[in-house]
């Protein structure tokens, strides 16, 4: 039986419960607007869905739903969460599970105050005003119009919100989201051409972090956890590390951040886009939880710590932004946080001046990257380092390299108005001295 609700520029007000059965959907159609003032409880597969999923982007419009809870609404949490007879679903993105879906989606309650998860790994506490306990996906865009999200971290499986681009021509938006307003648990987004946000944190504070870049067929979940990533981390997906693993670090790697980590997962690779935080304490915390600061990198766990970092320049910030290397998700890497690294000698390099027409002025070149090729004539490892022409090293980049050509990208925008040396050390400490060969996009 399928229940269509035709609802043209009215509003659908209900001060109980709404349950959908198994064989049931409630079906909004363009310019409708439905508001819940209670729960919803739902047994189908698309038990709440919009009239049309054309893959024409200007087609596709099923009105918005409101979910609300104000003082004269009653206390409590408003939830969306299985009814007796929902299916979980048969993989780690609930295929076959129970859902909704949503064209506009709105969460609004202003009753009582969020408890903030904590980002606990193990158990279902934490609650918010607005409850996501199953597969919520939302097709055009969420308003976090009032009232924090919370969907319960040990039902990482099932229970998240889905940000599913319909089309090639199509993206999801998320709408006013803030420290006070945003995800306490799992986020899920499809691929995107452009830079994509999970809109996540901890239920204090808003960290989000990002896919760069990605397959728009590629699909991608995450939430953030202020903890220990050594630290009771049974329950959540991909390779965990244990406080063992404290002493199982890739080459270079000296120290792992014990105050905050991401877990992300996806069926393509992606870069990945951590935020750093040292603004407040408790979180990122750089400069408790290393002694170099300039060390720091991104580190991914595979069944070892090891350095992902690119184009990154942690000097001088307190909230930026920073990239990681692509990374494939779905088998080699789960979580990721920051790290402290050592130099490849464990000491600086002693630096001869170079003769002048080997510095290079990067500021001259408009590209954002550029292409330097070089070889050493064998399979190694090591390390690339950019010096300012009074020989400070102000840039490191650990490299792999293969007998033959080799390319390595330097960021340009990372360096304003001097000139710069650029030296690759290999693991038998052969030095190379770059030059400019060509420019790239």
Request: aromatic share 12%.
């Given at each position: 039986?399928?229940?269509?609700?035709?609802?043209?520029?009215?509003?659908?007000?209900?001060?109980?419960?709404?349950?959908?059965?198994?064989?049931?959907?409630?079906?909004?159609?363009?310019?409708?607007?439905?508001?819940?003032?209670?729960?919803?409880?739902?047994?189908?597969?698309?038990?709440?869905?919009?009239?049309?999923?054309?893959?024409?982007?200007?087609?596709?419009?099923?009105?918005?739903?409101?979910?609300?809870?104000?003082?004269?609404?009653?206390?409590?949490?408003?939830?969306?969460?299985?009814?007796?007879?929902?299916?979980?679903?048969?993989?780690?993105?609930?295929?076959?599970?129970?859902?909704?879906?949503?064209?506009?989606?709105?969460?609004?309650?202003?009753v009582g105050k969020s408890i903030p998860s904590g980002a606990k790994v193990n158990t279902d506490?934490?609650?918010?005003?607005?409850?996501?306990?199953?597969?919520?996906?939302?097709?055009?865009?969420?308003?976090?119009?009032?009232?924090?999200?919370?969907?319960?971290?040990?039902?990482?499986?099932?229970?998240?919100?889905?940000?599913?681009?319909?089309?090639?021509?199509?993206?999801?938006?998320?709408?006013?989201?803030?420290?006070?307003?945003?995800?306490?648990?799992?986020?899920?987004?499809s691929g995107n051409s452009q830079d994509s946000y999970f809109p996540i944190g901890d239920g204090?504070?808003?960290?989000?972090?990002?896919?760069?870049s990605a397959s728009r067929k590629g699909v991608f979940r995450a939430a953030y956890f202020n903890?220990?990533?050594?630290?009771?981390?049974?329950?959540?997906?991909?390779?965990?590390?244990?406080?063992?693993?404290?002493?199982?670090?890739?080459?270079?790697?000296?120290?792992?951040?014990?105050?905050?980590?991401?877990?992300?997962?996806?069926?393509?690779?992606?870069?990945?886009?951590?935020?750093?935080?040292?603004?407040?304490?408790?979180?990122?915390?750089?400069?408790?939880?290393?002694?170099?600061?300039?060390?720091?990198?991104?580190?991914?766990?595979?069944?070892?710590?090891?350095?992902?970092?690119?184009?990154?320049?942690?000097?001088?910030?307190?909230?930026?932004?920073?990239?990681?290397?692509?990374?494939?998700?779905?088998?080699?890497?789960?979580?990721?946080?920051?790290?402290?690294?050592?130099?490849?000698?464990?000491?600086?390099?002693?630096?001869?001046?170079?003769?002048?027409?080997?510095?290079?002025?990067?500021?001259?070149?408009?590209?954002?990257?550029?292409?330097?090729?070089?070889?050493?004539?064998?399979?190694?490892?090591?390390?690339?380092?950019?010096?300012?022409?009074?020989?400070?090293?102000?840039?490191?980049?650990?490299?792999?390299?293969?007998?033959?050509?080799?390319?390595?990208?330097?960021?340009?925008?990372?360096?304003?108005?001097?000139?710069?040396?650029?030296?690759?050390?290999?693991?038998?400490?052969?030095?190379?001295?770059?030059?400019?060969?060509?420019?790239?996009?």
């Amino acid at each position: 039986m399928i229940i269509i609700l035709i609802v043209i520029s009215l509003n659908l007000i209900s001060q109980e419960n709404i349950y959908i059965s198994k064989n049931a959907n409630l079906v909004t159609h363009t310019d409708s607007k439905i508001a819940i003032f209670g729960d919803l409880i739902n047994d189908a597969n698309g038990g709440f869905t919009h009239n049309n999923l054309s893959d024409t982007f200007g087609l596709s419009n099923g009105g918005d739903v409101f979910i609300i809870r104000h003082k004269e609404h009653g206390s409590g949490n408003s939830r969306i969460y299985d009814g007796p007879n929902a299916s979980k679903g048969i993989d780690d993105f609930n295929k076959d599970g129970a859902f909704c879906r949503f064209w506009n989606l709105h969460t609004d309650n202003t009753v009582g105050k969020s408890i903030p998860s904590g980002a606990k790994v193990n158990t279902d506490s934490g609650a918010g005003n607005i409850q996501i306990e199953q597969e919520v996906i939302v097709n055009k865009t969420h308003y976090f119009d009032n009232g924090m999200i919370w969907t319960p971290r040990s039902n990482w499986k099932h229970a998240f919100i889905y940000y599913q681009n319909i089309s090639e021509n199509s993206d999801t938006e998320d709408n006013g989201v803030s420290n006070q307003k945003h995800i306490d648990g799992y986020a899920v987004l499809s691929g995107n051409s452009q830079d994509s946000y999970f809109p996540i944190g901890d239920g204090k504070n808003l960290r989000f972090c990002g896919i760069s870049s990605a397959s728009r067929k590629g699909v991608f979940r995450a939430a953030y956890f202020n903890q220990n990533p050594l630290s009771g981390l049974i329950g959540i997906s991909g390779k965990l590390p244990t406080g063992s693993d404290s002493n199982n670090l890739s080459e270079y790697i000296t120290k792992i951040c014990k105050t905050e980590f991401w877990d992300i997962d996806g069926n393509k690779e992606a870069n990945i886009i951590l935020c750093s935080n040292n603004k407040i304490g408790g979180y990122s915390d750089w400069y408790k939880n290393f002694d170099k600061s300039n060390r720091i990198v991104i580190t991914g766990f595979n069944g070892k710590w090891n350095n992902l970092s690119s184009y990154f320049n942690p000097n001088g910030s307190n909230d930026s932004i920073y990239i990681a290397n692509k990374t494939l998700l779905n088998s080699d890497y789960s979580l990721f946080t920051w790290a402290e690294e050592d130099s490849l000698i464990n000491s600086d390099v002693e630096i001869n001046h170079p003769l002048n027409d080997q510095y290079l002025n990067l500021n001259h070149y408009q590209e954002k990257y550029i292409n330097f090729e070089y070889s050493f004539g064998y399979d190694g490892f090591g390390i690339a380092k950019v010096y300012d022409y009074s020989g400070c090293e102000i840039f490191t980049q650990n490299i792999d390299f293969i007998n033959g050509k080799n390319e390595l990208f330097i960021n340009s925008s990372n360096f304003i108005n001097s000139l710069y040396f650029i030296k690759i050390i290999s693991d038998k400490n052969d030095i190379l001295n770059l030059k400019f060969i060509k420019n790239n996009n």
